[in-house]
Structures are given as C-alpha cells and as structure tokens.
T-cell receptor, first 116, second 114 residues
Framework: GAVVSQHPSRVICKSGTSVKIECRSL??????MFWYRQFPKQSLMLMAT?????????EQGVEKDKFLINHASLTLSTLTVTSAHPEDSSFYIC????????????FGPGTRLLVL | AQSVTQLGSHVSVSEGALVLLRCNYS??????LFWYVQYPNQGLQLLLK??????LVKGINGFEAEFKKSETSFHLTKPSAHMSDAAEYFC????????????FGTGTQLKVEL
C-alpha cells in the first residue's frame, strides 16, 4: 500500500511552547489529508480535514487556533500545536487519501507528544 | 450520520484457532467499510476494505471480511490465529458524500495465546 510518514515520531516539550508535526505522502499526491488524535486505549478521533491549497475543516469541538493545519503542497501537511499544555499530550496520527485508491486512507506511524 | 460498533473490546484466542472480530455499522447511505490493524505505538495499517462489488473481501495476512447488508455487519475473520496477529483492530465506515471521513469503532484488542 501507499506510504505515509510522520515526523517526529516522539516529542517532549515544555508547557507553553509550540510543536510542529509533519505528515508526508511519499509515493502519491494527496489533495486531502486527515489529522486524528488518539488517547491511550481509545479509538481515533478525527480532528480536522486538511485540503491542499485551502483552509482546513475542523471537527466540532476542535480549536482551530490551537491546532494550526497547513497543507501547502500535495505531499505535505503540518499540524502545529500552539501553546501546548499537558492536556494536549496524546498520540497524533495523520492519514492521506490516495486518489488512485478511491476511498482508502493510508495512515502515518503517529507522533507521540508529551507536554511537561 | 454513520457509526460503528465493535462488540468485545478484548478477544482472546488460542494459536491456530479461528479469529472472529465483530463489527456492525449504521449508515443512511451505502457504506464503505474498512478494517485496520494497529500495533503498539504505531499507526494504522489497512487490512482490507469493501467499497462495491463482491461482498466477501480478502485482505492481507490471511484475514477476510464479509459485508452483510441485511445484518449491517462487516465481521473480520481468520481461520487460524498466529501469535503475530496480536494487536488492536479497528473497524471503520465512510461513505460517498461524507468527504471520505472515517468513523472508527472503539477497537478490539486481540490476544493470541499458546
């Protein structure tokens, strides 16, 4: 299947700082990428849909000023957690939709964020 | 609106035994259905998907699932469990016009015992 990468895989930061997470589709161009958050032993919760060249669409309850999403190219979307706090600590996973594979989303390996 | 219910948050089987993970969905339009597997501290890997056509779909690692519209189910099976199958399994649904958004079930942790 298609390959999606994320960087970094793990990050520890101090409260109040901002953290940027990158999501790349390595072997296809993705006009649409998705960002999810997963708490321990729970399912994935969709945070936002990232559309290349336009503003992201956020799910209800997700603060768009807190979680900044940029999809500047067909292979890269970034999620910036601004002024991170301990409650933002979580596992963040991105996915990308391969247009050549219809409705299938391919997932990145995830980023573990720990805010101290 | 769409939703997914996975019965059994934990399933334990013996190595070599049949694996059956249950998934029921709710969708007001024809659904697209997916099974993903997640190993610890990793992202999700697609096991198989149903979009249209044949209702019995085969995936990787010997898994298969059958779409049963009358039962609104998409259960995942594997004839013979292997130790390496121990992981978290997620069923998900999306549909045309839904912006390809996936709605996930709560997951089933599969344990394989000797």
């Amino acid at each position: 299947g298609a390959v999606v990468s994320q960087h970094p895989s793990r990050v520890i930061c101090k409260s109040g700082t901002s953290v940027k997470i990158e999501c790349r589709s390595l072997d296809f161009q993705a006009t649409t990428m998705f960002w999810y958050r997963q708490f321990p032993k729970q399912s994935l919760m969709l945070m936002a849909t990232s559309n290349e060249g336009s503003k992201a669409t956020y799910e209800q309850g997700v603060e768009k000023d807190k979680f900044l999403i940029n999809h500047a190219s067909l292979t890269l979307s970034t999620l910036t957690v601004t002024s991170a706090h301990p409650e933002d600590s979580s596992f963040y996973i991105c996915s990308a939709r391969d247009p050549g594979q219809g409705k299938t989303q391919y997932f990145g390996p995830g980023t573990r964020l720990l805010v101290l | 609106a769409q939703s997914v219910t996975q019965l059994g948050s934990h399933v334990s089987v013996s190595e070599g035994a049949l694996v059956l993970l249950r998934c029921n969905y709710s969708s007001s339009v024809p659904p697209y259905l997916f099974w993903y597997v997640q190993y610890p501290n990793q992202g999700l890997q697609l096991l198989l998907k149903y979009t249209t056509g044949a209702t019995l779909v085969k995936g990787i690692n010997g898994f298969e699932a059958e779409f049963k519209k009358s039962e609104t189910s998409f259960h995942l099976t594997k004839p013979s469990a292997h130790m390496s199958d121990a992981a978290e399994y997620f069923c998900a649904v999306s549909h045309t016009g839904g912006g390809n958004k996936l709605t996930f079930g709560t997951g089933t942790q599969l344990k394989v015992e000797l």
